[in-house]
């Protein structure tokens, strides 16, 4: 568990064999360790770890970001949290297996202003993290955090 409060319970989403992308990611961030992260030295990658920690806190006990362009949404249902050069997708689920966008991607464009679903269901689950180099995020980026999320609703489902 990340962060739990009034409004979600930020967690780690699990993969069939039980590892967590994103757990992993966040424990060599937290050590200024994550060799995959060519844009934030070791004091930096600290940093950052600490500025995510306390978003999710807020978020987990307010139901928001510390600023509307702390996130985006990126395609069926997957959502990142964003902060520097680091970024960590996330879905939203009740925790029973079930799951279904909020919002579709197609007409979020027409937005002024970012969506934040309010109807976000409790548990917000981590997916990945990754170092976004590039203006649009990789699609292999979010591929692989709908893997992750298919794998975690169906670890859910589970007696």
């Known amino acids: 568990m990340i962060a739990h409060g009034e409004q979600f319970a930020v967690e780690c989403a699990v993969r069939t064999d039980l590892s967590s992308p994103v757990s992993e990611f966040l424990d060599d961030v937290q050590a200024g360790a994550a060799d995959r ?16 920690m306390a978003a999710c806190d807020g978020l987990a006990d307010f139901g928001t ?10 395609l069926d249902g997957i959502w990142e949290i964003k902060h520097s050069v ?5 879905f939203d689920t009740d925790g029973t297996g079930t799951y279904e966008p909020l919002i579709d991607r197609t ?9 934040w679903p309010d109807d976000f269901l409790y548990y917000l689950r981590l997916t990945t993290a ?3 180099t590039t203006q649009k995020t990789p699609p292999a980026e979010i591929e692989l955090a709908k893997t992750v999320r298919t794998e975690d609703l169906e670890h859910d489902r589970q007696p």
């Open 107 to 115: 007409p979020y464009s027409r937005f002024a202003a970012r969506p």
């Open 37 to 52: 992260v060519e844009g934030l030295e070791a004091d930096e990658q600290i940093d950052w770890f600490d500025w995510f």
């Open 86 to 90: 680091l970024r960590v997708s996330f």
């Open 65 to 74: 970001l510390p600023h509307s362009h702390d996130h985006n949404q990126l």
């Open 130 to 132: 990754f170092e976004k």
